[in-house]
């Protein structure tokens, strides 16, 4: 009987040592899977910044010398412009249709998003037609005041300012959403605190609601600086000197593929001081809730003249943010239906769907394979790689696009001599300017936005019913396919729709790395507006703000369910 337990008592332990070691294999093959997926899409950013070392001496002394300091210079005026334009509507906007009640404020709600689905490009080119000299704006008041020209002073859209009014109005939903999120989620004990002691509805904003929302706002806000950042039609067509234009113009225009890189290495670096100065800001000040329990905030309600400037106060920024710019659009677009909407549009948007849809689903697999593993082993290795891997979204499209072209053009280059060498056979390039390139570009750029969506889909699966599924005999992959993955799909397709509507508008990536002659809507839209075309353009522009609604819908229906449990309490202010 003794030893029947201890041949008992041993087989449970080889069983035990058994499990462990394959245990451990299998968060070793995670751990790999994870690094050899993440390490491709860190090769970009890798390889700008080791332009740093290479040297092209008279190249960028002739920059240094004329244009480095007006990139420099307009960068970070764009940066401060747009950063206390959006901080001041997307802040303002979100107090008001969160903690006030007027006329219209519900719709609102989700009305204040729809400039997310415009590019910056789109409305550049938009407002150039609509405010220039032949436009209908100078036209009408040369009409009413009997003005000819060089009678009156207007204003030129296509300037420094006028790009920070057009990057503005399309970025300041970042920091309006995230605000709005933090507004909704603050507890309403501390709030009525304040008021108990005697603070005003203004003073309990200032003083209570805006610290508890600075980390949200903070992010927010990094999120449009990075955009601006990576803005690359709006300041070329508006003639503005920053970057992104500086990288393309010296790739392009000079031949100059060295300098071009370490152009894209000092942006680089300007979006890293970003994103450390954003953690650093939320480090440093740190709120918490002063009771875990949330009831529905208690709103003011607005009447008089308070209502009037609450209206007004939203309305501007989507008007001109969304519904003007899409007016003229339509009405360009059917006024030219037969140039707009001819055979090569539908060319075009082929060509869009295609690189799309493909980068939408391989974003999503790879999205889906490191989530899963960060669920299963999170350790230092898996987490590196999932951090490495989301790291794209915050470096702009040029940037990525002169990481891809070199190392790429190097392999082509390489595997072309040796063909000659041993085989005689001269294979070209192979990888340059394909498909299969930009798509990479779109998955190193977007790959965080899938990655963010899937997470948060799969921290919502309990994990007993990991246990479950390996109780029954499914392993890990079986038990991602035919058990998570069904129950994950309302997230799955939500990161497809993102990174889908994201590649339909990305504009500076696709310019420097698309195959030839396989322009998308973005790239037409640029380039009719380019030659002044924008009656033309007015089609392209179009289906991509249709296709860019999309997101800003989801994203309304998921704030407005945020809350709707609950029974709202209102007080007249």
């Known amino acids: 009987m003794k030893n029947s337990q201890q041949s008992l008592q041993k087989t ?30 860190a090769i970009p950013v890798l390889s700008v910044l080791s332009s740093i070392f290479f040297e092209a001496k008279d190249t960028w002394q002739h920059l240094t010398e004329t244009v480095l300091t007006r990139y420099i210079v307009n960068s970070l005026l764009l940066m401060i412009g747009v950063g206390c334009g959006v901080v001041a509507i997307g802040v303002g906007c979100a107090w008001l249709v969160t903690m006030c009640r007027f006329r219209a404020s519900r719709v609102f709600e989700w009305a204040l998003l729809l400039p997310l689905a415009a590019p910056a490009y789109v409305l550049a080119y938009t407002y150039t037609d609509f405010l220039e000299f032949s436009g209908p704006v100078q036209t009408a008041l040369r009409y009413i005041f009997g003005w000819s020209y060089g009678d009156y002073w207007f204003p030129n859209v296509r300037s420094l300012p006028g790009a920070i009014l057009m990057l503005i109005l399309v970025l ?15 507890s309403t004990c501390t709030l009525e605190a304040s008021r108990i002691l ?5 003073r309990s904003f200032i003083t209570v609601a805006l610290p508890m929302a600075r980390p949200a706002i903070v992010a927010g806000l990094a999120l449009a600086l990075m955009e601006t950042l990576n803005d690359y039609g709006t300041v070329q067509y508006f003639g503005v000197d920053t970057f992104t234009t500086g990288i393309y113009r010296t790739w392009f225009g000079m031949g100059e593929r060295i300098a071009a890189n370490q152009l894209a290495a000092l942006l680089l670096l300007f979006v890293l001081g970003l994103i450390l100065v954003e953690r650093w800001s939320r480090s440093r000040t740190k709120y918490y809730q002063a009771s875990s329990r949330y009831r529905q905030l208690q709103t003011y309600q607005l009447k008089g003249i308070r209502e ?8 501007i920024p989507l008007f001109f943010g969304f519904l003007l710019p899409a007016g003229l659009l339509v009405k ?35 999205a889906l394979i490191m989530a899963y593993g960060l669920r299963l082993y999170p350790n230092l290795g898996v987490q590196l790689g999932t951090r490495i891997a989301a790291m794209g979204y915050a470096v702009p499209g040029s940037v990525i696009a002169v990481g891809i072209m070199v190392p790429i053009g190097k392999i082509d280059n390489l595997f072309d001599s040796w063909m000659r060498e041993n085989l005689g056979i001269s294979t ?12 990479f570009a779109y998955i190193v750029r977007f790959l965080a936005v899938s990655l963010n969506a899937v997470e948060s889909s799969l921290s919502k699966i309990k994990p007993n019913l990991d246990d479950a599924a390996r109780s029954l005999g499914y392993s890990p992959m079986q038990t991602l396919v035919t058990v998570h993955t069904p129950m994950m799909t309302g997230g799955l397709l939500t990161a497809m729709m993102l990174v889908f ?11 420097i790395i698309r195959p030839f002659n396989f322009d998308t809507l973005a790239v037409r839209t640029y380039q009719l507006a380019s030659d002044e075309r924008l009656a033309e353009a007015s089609g392209p522009a179009l289906a991509i703000v249709l296709v860019g609604m999309l997101p800003v819908i989801l994203l309304s229906w998921k704030i407005a369910r945020s809350r709707k449990s609950s029974t709202e309490l209102t007080v007249n202010s």
């Open 172 to 186: 300041y939903p970042y920091v309006y959403l995230l605000t709005r999120v933090a507004f909704l989620e603050q």
């Open 501 to 511: 509507v994201d590649v339909m508008k990305e504009l500076p990536a696709t310019i």
């Open 308 to 315: 009037i400037l609450a209206v007004i106060a939203c309305f």
């Open 332 to 366: 360009l677009t059917l006024a030219n239906w037969q140039v707009t909407l001819d055979e090569r549009f539908w060319i075009f948007a082929r060509h869009s769907l295609i690189l799309a849809t493909l980068t939408a689903i391989l974003a999503v697999v790879i």
């Open 428 to 439: 070209g390039l192979l990888l340059s300017g394909t498909i299969a390139a930009l798509v």
């Open 12 to 41: 449970a332990i080889r069983t035990i040592q058994w499990r462990s070691t394959l245990r451990g294999l299998s968060a070793s093959g995670w751990t790999v899977a994870i690094i050899a997926l993440a390490l491709p899409i």
């Open 198 to 202: 005697g603070c005003s509805p203004w």
